[in-house]
């Protein structure tokens, strides 16, 4: 007899449960990765004192999955990403989820303990990636490649300059050999002699010598002929 009784009160719960959870609304929550998401879970007036819970998956009569849940008397709790407040004055308890991740989305329920069987109601939450990451990346990487391509101008066009530059400009004859007397590329020095002096009396005065350095490379010989050309033309 015990036993029957006992069976029948599982079946009346059993039945009792899953009118509750079928007959319950179903709420769409949404949100992005790394973000969070704020589930609304309204209950009856007469439940405010009772205790509140969210629970992942199908939530079967035994061994919920409570992700969170307030324990007696509490309003207000917390665990690692969850976390649940309780507006008693609004008959309405809100659960927070922090930093979502894809995997959380899914079936949840919003459930508040009763003494027969406690009342459910359905959530679907949809955890999407972001957006707006894509679209930073896309535009870095875009921005980089604008970059590289304006880099690559610069330097074609500077080039292209250099090389127009290098034509339109007088070559120089390099095999053209510059004969002038007393410029040696061994740096060899050149003897100048001034002409004797005589002083009023008749006597003549003795000679200065002096030296001067002659130009070793061909550009400073061309300088050092040019200079004494215009000099004494007659000394080249």
């Known amino acids: ?97 922090t930093k979502l991740m894809i995997n959380d989305s899914g079936k949840y329920w919003c459930g508040v303990t009763n003494l027969l069987a406690d009342d459910y109601t359905e959530v679907n939450l949809t955890v999407s990636r972001d957006t707006s990451v894509v679209i930073i990346v896309s535009g870095t990487l875009v921005m980089l490649l604008l970059v590289l391509v304006v880099s690559l101008l610069i330097v074609y066009r500077w080039k292209f300059n250099k090389e127009t530059a290098d034509s339109s400009a007088p070559r120089v004859n390099t095999d053209t050999r510059i004969n002038i007397e007393g410029c040696h590329g061994d740096g060899d020095y050149e003897e100048i002699k001034d002409r004797p002096l005589q002083s009023s009396s008749g006597s003549e005065i003795t000679t200065i010598y002096s030296t001067a350095n002659l130009p070793t490379s061909p550009s400073d010989c061309l300088n050092y002929a040019n200079i004494n050309f215009h000099k004494d033309p007659s000394s080249i």
């Not at 009118?19 to 709420?27: G, H, K, M, Q, T």
């Not at 704020?38 to 079967?60: A, M, N, T, V, W």
């Open 1 to 97: 007899m015990v036993n029957l009784l006992v069976l029948t009160l599982k079946v009346v719960l059993l039945l009792a449960a899953v009118w509750s959870v079928y007959s319950a609304e179903l709420i769409t929550v949404e949100g992005y990765e790394g973000g969070k998401a704020e589930i609304r879970c309204p209950y009856r007036e007469q439940l405010r004192s009772h205790q509140k819970y969210l629970c992942k998956g199908d939530c079967p009569v035994f061994n919920k999955n409570k992700v969170i849940k307030t324990e007696a008397g509490e309003n207000s709790t917390s665990k690692g990403r969850y976390s649940l407040k309780d507006i008693r004055e609004e008959s309405v308890f809100i659960v927070t989820i």
